[in-house]
């Protein structure tokens, strides 16, 4: 959807975002790189913060700091979909100010051992499309949800 912020409404606004946010989910739930890739600034900067603290670990001691670029992530999109996917319960726009906007995605999500937990997103309107700019998600184990 092409926007201005200048010409179009709060709703307007908030339905570029929400496509943008559809293309991403939906995109990895259906194995659709393109539509991923096109959620997704160049320059996106996706990262997770994960904690060592397995004495196996062949990391050093410590937390370390795991990121993805726009083409691998939109790589790893390319899988068959998964049918049984169970869809985030929250997608949440938290603010918007001027051509950027921040969202809160998450639910129980399951993927095998782990939970999905959820995702903080910054969005930035470039070049007339809304594409999401920073993600900092995080994972924790099925047994914390009880």
Do not use: C
């Amino acid at each position: 959807m092409i926007q201005s912020v200048l010409t179009s409404t709060r709703a307007q606004i908030d339905a570029a975002i929400r496509e943008t946010a559809s293309d991403y989910l939906d995109g990895w739930n259906d194995g659709d790189s393109v539509r991923v890739g096109r959620s997704l600034h160049p320059d996106l900067a996706k990262r997770i913060v994960r904690p060592n603290d397995s004495a196996s670990s062949s990391w050093p001691p410590g937390d370390r700091l795991d990121e993805l670029t726009a083409l691998r992530h939109a790589q790893l999109a390319r899988h068959e979909p998964v049918a049984d996917y169970n869809r985030w319960t929250e997608v949440a726009i938290l603010d918007r100010f001027e051509n950027t906007a921040s969202l809160k995605m998450g639910g129980a999500t399951g993927l095998g051992t782990q939970t999905w937990s959820g995702e903080y997103q910054h969005y930035a309107l470039w070049n007339s499309r809304w594409l999401i700019l920073h993600v900092l998600w995080g994972l924790r184990p099925n047994s914390s949800l009880e």
